[in-house]
């Protein structure tokens, strides 16, 4: 039987289960004592942060995180005033005054960014909220340990700010066994002593499931909200939330030694039924799926063969009733029997880059 389509003008509909992204929030804010904050950023990891921002206010969050100062702007007009919006690269160079205009916190990341949001705080005459970010071991942002120890030396230090969080990030959350995760956590608690009383967070996704020990005052989860398992290789304990069914273009029959796609990589061993499917990787289905990949007919896996072209690919579907292949129908690239995770690892990736990358060619669907 042929599916109704939902949208026969799009090649593909992504269905995004706001019910599934307010039930991972609220089973991930459930394992602490403190409290959850919600990670924005990249729209939200590719799934819409317009429709998932007020769907998680309305759950209770109350901090949000984007990346850039622009995501954040964006994101102030989506959630209620009382909310707390962190910008985790800080204020860009000139821009601090952006910041205080949306009432966007920034992470302030370096003595720079210190600097200049001392520097605003001085001309506007008032204290400024900041989040501080340590670097504790990652080297990617945060105020290293040599330009802390500096800058602690003197008292004021922290003039005209007013620190309403101390954070820093974990490089190796998801390899529960790895010595960096203790290292990490002990090296914040000692470096945070220059910040006495000030909330503080340590745990992404994965650094939730390391315990309590790295819970402190607030979560910060993003994959985990929107169906990444953040324990690899366990089962996982969240909901999916994203499925996505791409649109049959044409179907075909070929004989051995037919070849499929660009490049002639994939020759047929015999007789087969293709399906030309109106994904490609210019949706963000990425190109290293190329006869690695699946996808799924009424629960039945069917190989992607040849290469992914840019707006579309091929399918063996020599399993599937000839009946149920049509120009229009509508098959599984992920859902019910395809996570995220599982597209990610058969693309040699992780289920981040899979979620933001999915493009905005998709007719979406909110529920
Ligand atoms: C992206 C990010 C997070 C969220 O990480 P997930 O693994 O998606 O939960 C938290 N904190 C910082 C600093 C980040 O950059």
Same mark, same amino acid.
């Given at each position: 039987?042929?599916?109704?389509?939902?949208?026969?003008?799009?090649?593909? /509909?992504?269905?995004? =289960?706001?019910?599934? /992204?307010?039930?991972?929030?609220?089973?991930?804010?459930?394992?602490?004592?403190?409290?959850?904050?919600?990670?924005?950023?990249?729209?939200?990891?590719?799934? &819409?942060?317009?429709?998932?921002?007020?769907?998680?206010?309305?759950?209770?969050?109350?901090?949000?995180?984007?990346?850039?100062?622009?995501? !954040? @702007?964006?994101?102030?007009?989506?959630?209620?005033?009382?909310?707390?919006?962190?910008?985790?690269? &800080?204020?860009?160079?000139?821009?601090?005054?952006?910041?205080?205009?949306?009432?966007?916190?920034?992470?302030?990341? =370096?003595?720079?960014?210190?600097?200049?949001?001392?520097?605003?705080?001085?001309?506007?005459?008032?204290?400024?909220?900041?989040?501080?970010?340590?670097?504790? !071991?990652?080297?990617?942002?945060?105020?290293?340990?040599?330009?802390?120890?500096?800058?602690?030396?003197?008292?004021?230090?922290?003039?005209?700010?007013?620190?309403?969080?101390?954070?820093?990030?974990?490089?190796?959350?998801?390899?529960?066994?790895?010595?960096?995760?203790?290292?990490?956590?002990?090296?914040?608690?000692?470096?945070?002593?220059?910040?006495?009383? /000030?909330?503080?967070?340590?745990?992404?996704?994965? !650094?939730?499931?390391?315990?309590?020990?790295?819970?402190?005052?607030?979560?910060?989860?993003?994959?985990?909200?929107?169906?990444?398992?953040?324990?690899? &290789?366990?089962?996982?304990?969240?909901?999916?939330?994203?499925?996505?069914?791409?649109?049959?273009?044409?179907?075909?029959?070929?004989?051995?030694?037919?070849?499929?796609?660009? !490049?002639?990589?994939?020759?047929?061993?015999?007789?087969?039924?293709?399906?030309?499917?109106?994904?490609?990787?210019?949706?963000?289905?990425?190109?290293?799926?190329?006869?690695?990949?699946?996808?799924?007919?009424?629960?039945?896996?069917?190989?992607?063969?040849?290469? /992914?072209?840019? =707006?579309?690919?091929?399918?063996?579907?020599?399993? @599937?009733?000839?009946?149920?292949?049509?120009? &229009?129908?509508?098959?599984?690239?992920?859902?019910?029997?395809?996570?995220?995770?599982?597209?990610?690892?058969?693309?040699?990736?992780?289920?981040?880059?899979?979620?933001?990358?999915?493009?905005?060619?998709?007719?979406?669907?909110?529920?």
């Amino acid at each position: 039987m042929v599916e109704s389509v939902e949208a026969p003008r799009a090649g593909a /509909v992504l269905t995004v =289960d706001l019910g599934a /992204v307010r039930a991972n929030y609220r089973q991930l804010a459930n394992m602490t004592r403190g409290a959850c904050a919600a990670v924005m950023k990249a729209d939200a990891y590719g799934i &819409g942060m317009e429709q998932v921002a007020p769907a998680l206010a309305l759950e209770g969050c109350k901090v949000f995180f984007t990346a850039h100062l622009e995501e !954040g @702007i964006r994101l102030r007009q989506l959630v209620p005033e009382h909310c707390a919006i962190y910008v985790l690269h &800080g204020p860009p160079p000139g821009t601090a005054k952006e910041c205080f205009q949306y009432d966007l916190t920034p992470v302030l990341n =370096d003595p720079g960014q210190l600097h200049e949001w001392r520097t605003v705080a001085h001309k506007l005459g008032r204290e400024l909220p900041a989040a501080i970010q340590l670097d504790t !071991g990652m080297s990617r942002m945060g105020i290293a340990s040599t330009d802390l120890a500096a800058l602690s030396r003197t008292s004021d230090w922290l003039q005209g700010l007013r620190p309403t969080l101390v954070m820093s990030h974990l490089a190796c959350a998801d390899e529960p066994g790895h010595p960096m995760n203790d290292a990490q956590r002990r090296r914040f608690d000692t470096l945070r002593e220059v910040l006495p009383g /000030v909330p503080a967070s340590l745990a992404n996704s994965s !650094g939730v499931f390391l315990g309590p020990d790295y819970h402190y005052d607030l979560l910060r989860p993003g994959a985990a909200l929107y169906g990444i398992n953040p324990q690899p &290789g366990m089962p996982n304990p969240l909901r999916q939330a994203v499925s996505l069914r791409a649109r049959v273009v044409q179907v075909r029959s070929v004989c051995e030694g037919d070849v499929v796609g660009y !490049g002639a990589h994939h020759v047929c061993a015999g007789e087969r039924r293709i399906a030309t499917v109106a994904v490609g990787y210019a949706d963000g289905w990425l190109r290293s799926l190329s006869g690695r990949g699946f996808a799924f007919v009424d629960g039945i896996k069917v190989p992607i063969v040849g290469r /992914v072209s840019m =707006d579309s690919m091929g399918l063996d579907v020599t399993g @599937i009733p000839a009946e149920r292949i049509v120009p &229009g129908a509508e098959v599984e690239l992920m859902g019910a029997h395809q996570t995220v995770d599982e597209v990610a690892s058969a693309a040699g990736t992780i289920g981040y880059e899979v979620l933001t990358r999915l493009g905005s060619r998709f007719h979406r669907r909110y529920l």
